[in-house]
Structure formats: structure tokens, C-alpha cells
């Protein structure tokens, strides 16, 4: 299921996940090809497309990481490198090139794609390159059953938890008769599959679940079997296209003045250049549920950050990465790979760079808590449990209303 995806899922992945270190080291007896001493990060997050929106925190996020972790005295011994990539939306893809050329700079670690749907398309590349793939915001299931060799993770919550706390607040509200329309991509299917079921679970009907093609000139005929069915509230899973079809959606008699309408981390964002009134809108995103605000003034100093999601989470990724580096004594993807689920779980609480490394040289195990908040790991290198804020909009800029927490139910 997913959060950020984009592009259709054209492969199925393999039976299980080889994420958790246990695996990765039994796999290989812990012998590693050893690293060159520099461990450098590759940014794939998008500059263009669709989620264009979501770049400017993010790769703020991956620069205050690695600035964090240099002023410490970098990672064995030696500053970390950063080389940026724009991973755009699947549409056109160009994500595939820009990773070539992130491998020919002897990358260790690749933070991203922000979309699901890109990043399975360049996981295969990745992984079977032997450097890590690290998401802060890819949220589709699918990647907790997909065979990465040990050498995926990410630090958004998987969408089997976005899905049913979405649902919940739907049919809390009052909702009973609900549309669900969605991207039809490895994102975008995933989570509202995930939302149906949970309204169902609920008690309350699906008026109509309709998935649309994202790269479509215009959404009339969703749009329109969407009024057809009169419900009495819509989940919108969407991307940037959300500015093409609420008008469509106003036209009809069912826009966010008419009918709750609620939005999901694909598309919540700042719409103040559009010239619709989404008050009353509301939607969930992954978020700490007690936001640093002296990080957050810190992503702010990029005059194009006006969004933080997935800022935490980049970050996040990068001193994760950074301290698995350290733990293994090696900074080659495959090492790193083996140790990152043991940073962030069953050992002594830290939650800065210096002092986690500190306890690493000194011989202890360290539990790592972020930016993001608790970061611990399942061995397929997925989150055990996630924070969302509950968002609403006031015209065409929304605020945090309120905060829920869940653990990730488990998926077969």
C-alpha cells in the first residue's frame, strides 16, 4: 500500500523481505566487501513533478543530518559526502539515470525516492548494487513482503496504519456513506484499498471506489460517477492533480463546501496559489508527535521549505545510516544494511548523532530516537509504529488539530 508512490507496481518482489540484520549477517556470516572510508549519501528526492513539494524539506533534512553528523567528527573518522538526485514523479521516469549516476559516485547509502511507486522501479537497482535503499517516505505495505536483499528501509509508517486511521476519523465524524478515489499506482491503490476496508470494518457503506490514471488530461467521468453515487463524504488519494479535480469536484455539487472531504500525505500541502476554498478539509501525514520546534526553525532556514513533512524523516534516515556505519566499523551499503534494524531498537535510548556515537565507540548497543520520534524497526526494516497529524484546513493552509499514534498492524 503506500504513501508517496507514483509510478503502476510492474514488479511483484519476492516471497519475504531480507531486511533485518539477523538475516543479512546469518546470509552472509557477517563478511562484508569493506568500504572505501568515506561514507557518502545520495539524495533521490524530488526536484520536479507531483511531489515536487515534498523536496525542499526532505533535502533540507538530509543537509542538517549530514551537517550535524560532520560538526561531530563525521563517521570513521572521515566528514560524510552528500550528492543530490531528483527522483521527479515516475512521469516522466527519470529516476532510473539519476541513480546510475548516483552508483558511479560510489554512494552508500540512497535516501529515497519520497514516492512508493518510484522507488520500486529503482530498488532492484539499488539493492543488487549492494548500497542501502532508505525511503523517510515511502508508506506502500508492499515493500514489508518485497525481496531486498536486506537492504531496504524507511522511516514513514507503513499506509496499513495511515489507512485505518484515516477511516476512523471518516466514520468518526459522522460519515456512513463514503467515496474513495484514488491514484491508480502502487501508492495509490494500496492505501485506499486499505481505507475501504477499515470503513467497512466500521459499519459504514463505500457509495464508490473509483481509481483514476494520475497522467489523465481531466478527471470528468471519475468526477462524475463519484456525484453519481451521493455520498456523504470523499477520500481524496492524491497527488499535485487534487488542483485539477477539486474544482471539478466544486462544479458538481460536491466540494469541500458541500460534503467532508479529507486529504492524505500525497496531497496534503499548501494550495494558497489556487484560487478554491478548501476549509474544512482535512487529512492525516506522518509526524512526531511532539515536534521539535528549534528542528523545525532548522528546516525553515531553506527559504523553500514552506511543508516539513518528511523533513524528520530524512534526517533520520541519514544518522541512522551515519551510526549503523559506525556500529559495523564499515561503510559499505551491505555492512550498513546489516546493523541499521539493531540501531533503532533494544538498546540504550539516544536521540543525537553525537551522543549515539559516543555510546557505539564505548561498546554499548543503542536504541536511536529521531526528529520523526521513536524510530524502532521490524526485521524488514519497517516501522513497528507510527504517529499521524490529524490536519484541517482554514482556506488553503492547514494546521495540526489533533495527534494519534498506533502500532502498524501486521500484513501477510
Known amino acids: 500500500m503506500t504513501a508517496c508512490g507514483a509510478e503502476d507496481d510492474s514488479s511483484d518482489g519476492g516471497e519475504t523481505s531480507g531486511s533485518g540484520s539477523e538475516e543479512s549477517s546469518e546470509a552472509s556470516g557477517g563478511d562484508f566487501p569493506e568500504g572505501d572510508g568515506v561514507f557518502t549519501v545520495g539524495s533521490l528526492l524530488p526536484q520536479t513533478g507531483d511531489l515536487a513539494f515534498l523536496g525542499p524539506p526532505e533535502f533540507q533534512g538530509v543537509d542538517l543530518a549530514i551537517e550535524d553528523i560532520n560538526a561531530a567528527g563525521g563517521v570513521l573518522g572521515q566528514d560524510v559526502v552528500g550528492i543530490k538526485a531528483d527522483s521527479g514523479d515516475g512521469t516522466p521516469d527519470i529516476a532510473g539515470a539519476e541513480v546510475d549516476n548516483l552508483l558511479a559516485e560510489d554512494v552508500d547509502t540512497i535516501i529515497g525516492a519520497a514516492a512508493s511507486g518510484v522507488s520500486v522501479s529503482v530498488i532492484d ?110 477520500v481524496m488519494v492524491s497527488f499535485n492533480e487534487t488542483t485539477k479535480i477539486i474544482p471539478q469536484l466544486i462544479s458538481k455539487g460536491i466540494g469541500p463546501q458541500d460534503i467532508p472531504i479529507y486529504f492524505v500525505d500525497g496531497n496534503l500541502a499548501d494550495y494558497s496559489a489556487e484560487n478554491f476554498d478548501l476549509t474544512g478539509v482535512k487529512g492525516t501525514a506522518p509526524g512526531a508527535a511532539e515536534p521539535d520546534p528549534d528542528f523545525e526553525d532548522r528546516l525553515r532556514e ?99 488539530i489533533d495527534t494519534v499514534s498506533g502500532v502498524v498492524p501486521e500484513t501477510s
Request: negative net charge; glycine residues 12%.
Open 125 to 234: 537497482k539499488i539493492t543488487g548494487a549492494g548500497v542501502v535503499q532508505f525511503s523517510p517516505a515511502n508508506t506502500a505495505a508492499g515493500f514489508d513482503t518485497y525481496d531486498d536483499g536486506g537492504l531496504y528501509f524507511r522511516t514513514a509508517p507503513s499506509d496499513v496504519l495511515q489507512g485505518e486511521i484515516l477511516a476512523n476519523l471518516v466514520v468518526e465524524d459522522g460519515a456512513s456513506n463514503v467515496a474513495i478515489m484514488g491514484r491508480q499506482d502502487f501508492y495509490g491503490e494500496g492505501l485506499s484499498e486499505r481505507v475501504q476496508e477499515v470503513v467497512e470494518e466500521k459499519g459504514a457503506s463505500v457509495a464508490d471506489f473509483v481509481l483514476y490514471a494520475a497522467d489523465a488530461q481531466n478527471f470528468t467521468a471519475e468526477v462524475n460517477q463519484i456525484a453519481a453515487s451521493e455520498p456523504d463524504a470523499l
Open 302 to 400: 531553506n527559504p523553500d521549505v514552506d511543508d516539513l513533512t518528511y523533513g524528520a524523516e530524512s534526517y533520520d534516515a541519514v544518522v541512522i545510516s551515519a551510526l549503523a556505519a559506525i556500529a559495523a566499523g564499515n561503510d559499505s551499503g551491505e555492512a550498513i544494511g546489516s546493523e541499521i534494524v539493531n540501531i533503532t531498537r533494544e538498546g540504550t535510548k539516544c536521540t543525537e548523532f553525537e551522543e549515539c556515537a559516543q555510546l557505539l565507540e564505548d561498546g554499548e548497543d543503542i536504541d536511536y530516537d529521531g526528529k520523526s520520534g521513536p524510530t524502532d524497526m521490524t526485521d524488514s526494516g519497517s516501522l513497528v509504529a507510527g504517529t499521524y497529524g490529524i490536519n484541517e484546513y482554514d482556506g488553503n493552509t492547514y494546521e495540526r
